[in-house]
């Protein structure tokens, strides 16, 4: 109906308002190392309460210290290789269920490794582990990490660059994909929602991970617990196309029971 249509629409805009924001905050934080409530809420046109939320959640996963009145730069042990601030958030959670999601790659499988933040943990998690000589097609992001690695025989996706995580997209891109056929596919989503399904933050990433789908065997879901519910502009597919979503401990038990009931294989790493 046209007012569902307009709910989701408002909050699809809140979605990426609110991804502006933080990276907003980010960069403050790499230039002055510390922020103010105050001065970000003039700055950025919006309450101090919504500052105060973003920094809140932010503390949460890491990216920042929250502080009386405003927020600090961490002092991270990751060597920040890529300007992409999702990579560095709930890094634990992601490199759990990487190291689960390897658990089902058999030797010698073909996989494909999307562009998600989830996806590349699982890519450093198949460099520092030799014990399975694989088939990668990947992303941009993955395959930077796995470029010249002697177990791993690479193949790259061509197409336009653009995204948050600088992957290649577009008609080209679609069309070089539909050429392969893996095994096991591993993917990551904006968020998983029961109503609608697997959702993606904008229509080329859900392009690419439309084609992923039909071009690989079993799909897995990389999701860390935070991805479940949520807004977002595009649906990739519904959650029973997939073979299995990979979370972590933190998923909530409502969550579990929802998967249970849609008759979801939800694996916990």
């Given at each position: 109906?046209?007012?569902?249509?307009?709910?989701?629409?408002?909050?699809?805009?809140?979605?990426?308002?609110?991804?502006?924001?933080?990276?907003?905050?980010?960069?403050?934080?790499?230039?002055?190392?510390?922020?103010?409530?105050?001065?970000?809420?003039?700055?950025?046109?919006?309450?101090?309460?919504?500052?105060?939320?973003?920094?809140?959640?932010?503390?949460?996963?890491?990216?920042?210290?929250?502080?009386?009145?405003?927020?600090?730069?961490i002092d991270s042990k990751t060597v920040r290789k890529y300007s992409a601030e999702s990579i560095y958030r709930n890094v634990e959670r992601k490199k759990q269920i990487a190291a689960c999601a390897y658990a089902f790659i058999e030797d010698r499988d073909t996989i494909i490794i999307d562009d998600a933040s989830s996806s590349f943990?699982?890519?450093?998690?198949?460099?520092?582990?030799?014990?399975?000589?694989?088939?990668?097609?990947?992303?941009?992001?993955?395959?930077?990490?796995?470029?010249?690695?002697?177990?791993?025989?690479?193949?790259?996706?061509?197409?336009?660059?653009?995204?948050?995580?600088?992957?290649?997209?577009?008609?080209?891109?679609?069309?070089?994909?539909?050429?392969?056929?893996?095994?096991?596919?591993?993917?990551?989503?904006?968020?998983?929602?029961?109503?609608?399904?697997?959702?993606?933050?904008?229509?080329?990433?859900?392009?690419?991970?439309?084609?992923?789908?039909?071009?690989?065997?079993?799909?897995?879901?990389?999701?860390?617990?935070?991805?479940?519910?949520?807004?977002?502009?595009?649906?990739?597919?519904?959650?029973?196309?997939?073979?299995?979503?990979?979370?972590?401990?933190?998923?909530?038990?409502?969550?579990?029971?929802?998967?249970?009931?849609?008759?979801?294989?939800?694996?916990?790493?």
């Open positions: 109906s046209i007012r569902r249509e307009q709910m989701f629409s408002v909050i699809n805009y809140k979605v990426i308002e609110m991804e502006e924001r933080r990276q907003a905050i980010l960069r403050k934080l790499e230039e002055k190392g510390s922020v103010r409530v105050a001065e970000l809420s003039k700055e950025l046109g919006c309450s101090e309460v919504t500052i105060r939320n973003d920094i809140k959640n932010m503390d949460q996963e890491g990216l920042l210290k929250r502080t009386h009145g405003g927020a600090l730069q943990y699982l890519a450093a998690y198949i460099k520092e582990h030799p014990e399975k000589r694989l088939a990668v097609v990947n992303s941009l992001l993955a395959g930077n990490e796995l470029a010249g690695v002697d177990h791993v025989e690479l193949y790259m996706i061509g197409g336009h660059v653009g995204g948050h995580l600088s992957a290649t997209m577009g008609e080209a891109a679609l069309q070089n994909m539909e050429q392969f056929h893996v095994d096991k596919a591993f993917i990551g989503v904006h968020s998983i929602n029961f109503d609608v399904g697997l959702t993606s933050i904008a229509t080329p990433q859900m392009q690419v991970k439309r084609t992923i789908l039909k071009v690989a065997e079993q799909v897995y879901v990389l999701a860390d617990s935070s991805k479940f519910g949520g807004g977002y502009v595009s649906v990739i597919c519904p959650i029973q196309d997939v073979y299995k979503i990979i979370t972590d401990s933190d998923v909530s038990r409502e969550n579990i029971k929802k998967a249970q009931e849609s008759n979801i294989s939800l694996v916990i790493a």
